[in-house]
């Protein structure tokens, strides 16, 4: 009598203790769904308030033409041993000469869309000039500042494999029961 009873639970057991390995698994893949979905999620404003460094060499900028979004700072550093000036066209900011070998620089801040161009006093008519574009202000540039950061088109993937997940783990569970 007792020795049948073992009998007809050892498979029974065996078999429960398969559901509980696959259901374990499906756990194991929940989280690790949820972990891949916090990872690609996107930092919020990660690019604001960024700083971008142009050194004024001889004789010319060494990142001439730059790209960079609303916020960014800009530092023109003398690196040369002429002296140079980082002058924008515009009147926006003026670093005056900078005498080479010293540790002179100039920053401005850019919050509008635009481009903004600027020379060095000394050097203009050798092409010492340069510009500063802010991106932004038109449907275009938002989309691509989207794409850049991963915004939706990693998020979505990674929702969705976590319903799925999700769903079969409930799956598992009610067969169980
Ligand atoms: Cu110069």
């Given at each position: 009598?007792?020795?049948?009873?073992?009998?007809?639970?050892?498979?029974?057991?065996?078999?429960?203790?398969?559901?509980?390995?696959?259901?374990?698994?499906?756990?194991?893949?929940?989280?690790?769904?949820?972990?891949?979905?916090?990872?690609?999620?996107?930092?919020?404003?990660?690019?604001?308030?960024?700083?971008?460094?142009?050194?004024?060499?001889?004789?010319?900028?060494?990142?001439?033409?730059?790209?960079?979004?609303?916020?960014?700072?800009?530092?023109?550093?003398?690196?040369?041993?002429?002296?140079?000036?980082?002058?924008?066209?515009?009147?926006?900011?003026?670093?005056?000469?900078?005498?080479?070998?010293?540790?002179?620089?100039?920053?401005?801040?850019?919050?509008?869309?635009?481009?903004?161009?600027?020379?060095?006093?000394p050097h203009e008519d050798q092409g010492m000039v340069g510009t500063v574009t802010v991106t932004g202000g038109?449907?275009?540039?938002?989309?691509?500042?989207?794409?850049?950061?991963?915004?939706?088109?990693?998020?979505?993937?990674?929702?969705?494999?976590?319903?799925?997940?999700?769903?079969?783990?409930?799956?598992?569970?009610?067969?169980?029961?």
């Open positions: 009598m007792v020795a049948g009873t073992r009998g007809l639970q050892a498979p029974s057991e065996g078999f429960a203790g398969e559901k509980e390995e696959f259901v374990k698994k499906l756990l194991f893949l929940v989280v690790l769904s949820l972990v891949v979905a916090l990872v690609l999620a996107p930092p919020v404003g990660a690019q604001q308030g960024e700083g971008v460094t142009v050194r004024m060499e001889d004789n010319y900028f060494d990142q001439a033409n730059i790209t960079v979004e609303p916020g960014t700072t800009v530092t023109w550093v003398q690196a040369g041993d002429n002296p140079h000036t980082s002058t924008s066209y515009d009147g926006l900011w003026d670093s005056g000469l900078i005498q080479g070998g010293a540790e002179g620089s100039v920053s401005y801040t850019f919050e509008e869309p635009g481009t903004y161009s600027y020379f060095c006093g038109t449907e275009a540039s938002g989309q691509q500042q989207l794409a850049a950061t991963g915004g939706p088109s990693l998020v979505l993937p990674a929702a969705l494999l976590l319903l799925g997940s999700g769903l079969l783990g409930w799956a598992a569970l009610r067969r169980i029961s």
